[in-house]
T-cell receptor
Framework: GNSVTQMEGPVTLSEEAFLTINCTYT??????LFWYVQYPGEGLQLLLK?????DKGSNKGFEATYRKETTSFHLEKGSVQVSDSAVYFC???????????FGTGTRLTIIP | GAVVSQHPSWVICKSGTSVKIECRSL??????MFWYRQFPKQSLMLMAT?????????EQGVEKDKFLINHASLTLSTLTVTSAHPEDSSFYIC????????????FGNGTRLTVT
């Protein structure tokens, strides 16, 4: 079956540091890949996505590239801000974006 | 933008009682809604797909009689945890797509259930 493995947290960084949250996947087909973010007290929101190999999703300064050869979709941001503190979920779907398989989530805390 | 409202945000109940969680799409119609469950430090696990006007589709290992799902209208799905036990304590989240294929999934804020 499908599965998503992401970097365990929590992750604590100083403001303006470089961020990487690793995500790898296994899938029987050719999935779409997603990063969702959950800010404190809010529901999950789509941060970015990629639907085919070598696609790069980007949003709010975050980027992730769909790497089929390494089955990875690592999330990166060059300079994090306190407002980026949240829980980040990597996910995949083989049927459009309806049924999602999630990773465990990584809690990110940015300190001033 | 489109919003999914989930209620209650948290609930504490006694063993043996039932708890109903509501999931509403506020400004769009949702023929399908998804119910997820998350244990501490674990992934969100899909429990079931709620289908308006028909029976829900449950994932393997999820007890249908334990987790009753009703999708009575195009904007409301409910999850009832029947005869709750402490092991049912968890975080439950619903989501709904605006339309099939390539539309964003909107998530509720989740419901923290604690069974004492």
């Amino acid at each position: 079956g499908n599965s998503v493995t992401q970097m365990e947290g929590p992750v604590t960084l100083s403001e303006e540091a470089f961020l990487t949250i690793n995500c790898t996947y296994t899938a029987t087909g050719y999935p779409s890949l997603f990063w969702y973010v959950q800010y404190p007290g809010e529901g999950l929101q789509l941060l970015l996505k990629a639907t085919k190999a070598d696609d790069k999703g980007s949003n709010k300064g975050f980027e992730a590239t769909y790497r089929k050869e390494t089955t990875s979709f690592h999330l990166e941001k060059g300079s994090v801000q306190v407002s980026d503190s949240a829980v980040y979920f990597c996910a995949l779907s083989e049927f459009g974006n309806e049924k999602l398989t999630f990773g465990t989530g990584t809690r990110l805390t940015i300190i001033p | 933008g489109a919003v999914v409202s989930q209620h209650p945000s948290w609930v504490i109940c006694k063993s043996g009682t039932s708890v109903k969680i509501e999931c509403r799409s506020l400004d769009f119609q949702a023929t399908t809604m998804f119910w997820y469950r998350q244990f501490p430090k674990q992934s969100l696990m899909l429990m079931a797909t709620s289908n308006e006007g028909s029976k829900a589709t449950y994932e393997q290992g999820v007890e249908k009689d334990k987790f009753l799902i009703n999708h009575a209208s195009l904007t409301l799905s409910t999850l009832t945890v029947t005869s709750a036990h402490p092991e049912d304590s968890s975080f439950y989240i619903c989501s709904a797509p605006e339309a099939l294929n390539n539309s964003p999934l909107h998530f509720g804020n989740g419901t923290r259930l604690t069974v004492t």
